[in-house]
């Protein structure tokens, strides 16, 4: 079955830091997979996706995702943490030809 | 703004009542597709529609019915609400046939007392 994983429910940076979000991934055949990001009170924005190609995929807001096959891996990462990253993260993966199927989320936090 | 709409933001019933969701995709997406989260049940795929028709069924409980107008906008009816109800309700679209990147709506957040 598809499925997607996210090993921390939360992850703290300070500001200015590196950061990133884990996601490990057990699908059959190619995976799809992406990543979303939840602001509070806020729908659901596409930030980045995997489909096939370069291993690393550049997104929105200067995320990046490494989609590693002999991990099973595909952790979001970004260079430098804003505190406007502050908010939920979800890694999915696609299956069949429709649904999303959705990680728990990985909530971060961003320190001044 | 994804460019997804959805009515109205939040809704307050009782227990044993019925209401509709209303969602309008983005401009020119031909799918429209229903979820649900929950804090015990995070994110869940209930039902997608492709051009009026259903394509796919998820964990939709038989109490919720969904369905797609000629206009594509689309509707999630939930009947007789328990509590277990309460939760947010996202729409989302697609141009296509659900191959790629799903667009999301602000959601409807449901309350059942």
């Known amino acids: 079955a598809q499925s997607v994983a996210q090993p921390e429910d939360q992850v703290n940076v300070a500001e200015g830091n590196p950061l990133t979000v884990k996601c490990t991934y057990s699908?059959?055949?190619?995976?799809?997979l992406f990543w979303y990001v939840q602001y509070p009170n806020r729908g659901l924005q596409f930030l980045l996706k995997?489909?096939?190609?370069?291993?690393l995929v550049k997104g929105s807001y200067g995320f990046e995702a490494e989609f590693n096959k002999s991990q099973t891996s595909f952790h979001l990462k970004k260079p430098s943490a804003l505190v406007s990253d502050s908010a939920l993260y979800f890694c999915?993966?696609?299956?069949?030809?429709?649904?999303?199927?959705f990680g728990t989320g990985t909530r971060l936090l961003v320190s001044p | 703004d994804s460019g997804v709409t959805q009515t109205p933001k939040h809704l307050i019933t009782a227990t044993g009542q019925r209401v509709t969701l209303r969602c309008s995709p983005r401009?020119?997406?031909?799918?429209v597709y229903w979820y649900q989260q929950s804090l015990d049940q995070g994110l869940q795929f209930l039902i997608q529609?492709?051009?009026?028709?259903?394509?796919a069924k998820g964990n939709i409980l038989e109490r919720f019915s969904a369905q797609q107008f000629p206009d594509l906008h689309s509707e999630l009816n939930l009947s007789s609400l328990e509590l277990g109800d309460s939760a947010l309700y996202f729409c989302?679209?697609?141009?296509?046939?659900?191959?790629?990147?799903?667009?999301f709506g602000p959601g409807t957040r449901l309350t059942v007392t």
């Open positions: 989302a679209s697609s141009g296509d046939d659900g191959l790629y990147e799903q667009y």
């Open positions: 699908v059959s055949g190619n995976p799809y």
């Open positions: 995997y489909i096939t190609g370069d291993n």
């Open positions: 999915a993966v696609r299956k069949g030809f429709q649904k999303l199927v």
């Open positions: 401009s020119g997406d031909l799918s």
């Open positions: 529609y492709y051009n009026g028709e259903e394509r």
